[in-house]
């Protein structure tokens, strides 16, 4: 199965819609390792996941619920989750990929230098980080900032998802390759989908893509493209307006 497929499949269940899959794909070990945690079950993958009443919670319950959260093992080496931060009514949803080392420190999702470049970028087309919430695909740090891995992503997603359906945003403003590719359940490069509007298939929500601020670091001859990006974003939020 496929980690597009796992992570349609942990928002159906999450949702409680009953998605029906061949036994093989179900590991008794994962069922044993959720109980006693939180509230979960586990998913058609085998791999454990929010229980489906995720998809009821408002947010200081989806909030406590992350701040408990043990589906992964990222719970081992987390100092806090990132929960996300931001304007709860906001029109922008700003997604970033994972808590680094300041974000774990601080619980709040691009507070490190990627988070000022952030910031700058708001406000070169008049936002602010108040205006704003801003998330990630995965509320805890992967070790050394590896990649998410599909299990941490499928426990972790339908957080993610609750999160935009209570906000409603006119725009989900994707940041970089890992989370514009798993919001999108595609391998496609970057550069592909930059351009376009893109739909968020499971809450139907725009999303633009563009470059993450952290590679906007390194490579700062891009931020040309970015500013680009992010007008386009501009557009695609007032029409919706
Ligand atoms: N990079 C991300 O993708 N998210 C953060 O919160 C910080 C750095």
Redesign the pocket.
């Known amino acids: 199965m496929t980690a597009s497929e796992q992570t349609r499949i942990a928002y159906l269940q999450a949702m409680g819609i009953d998605v029906w899959v061949r036994r093989e794909h179900v590991s008794t070990s994962d069922t044993e390792a959720a109980v006693g945690e939180v509230p979960s079950v586990v998913a058609a993958s085998g791999m454990p996941m929010p229980a489906g009443d995720v998809a009821t919670l408002d947010w200081a319950a989806l909030e406590a619920r992350v701040a408990g959260c043990t589906l992964c093992e990222l719970h081992r080496s987390r100092t806090q989750t990132?929960f996300g931060v931001g304007n709860r009514a906001a029109d922008w949803l700003v997604i970033?990929?994972?808590?680094?080392a300041?974000?774990d420190r601080q619980g709040?999702?691009?507070?490190?230098r990627?988070?000022q470049l952030l910031n700058e970028m708001l406000r070169a087309v008049g936002m602010s980080r108040e205006q704003v919430f801003?998330a990630?695909?995965l509320k805890c740090r992967p070790p050394r900032?590896r990649d998410p891995r599909p299990e941490e992503e499928a426990a972790c997603t339908p957080y993610l998802y609750r999160q935009i359906e209570l906000l409603q945003p006119k725009l989900v403003l994707a940041?970089?390759r890992?989370?514009a590719q798993r919001l999108l359940g595609t391998d496609a490069s970057l550069s592909r989908l930059r351009g376009s509007v893109h739909t968020h298939a499971a809450t139907g929500t725009p999303v633009v893509v563009t470059y993450?601020?952290?590679y906007l670091l390194r490579s700062p001859a891009e931020k040309r493209k970015a500013w680009q990006d992010l007008l386009f974003a501009c557009s695609v939020a007032s029409d919706r307006a």
Do not use: K, T
């Not at 970033?96 to 680094?100: F, I, S, Y």
């Open positions: 990132v970033g990929e994972a808590p680094g300041d974000e709040e999702p691009f507070v490190g990627a988070g801003i990630n695909i900032n940041l970089g890992i989370a993450h601020p952290a």
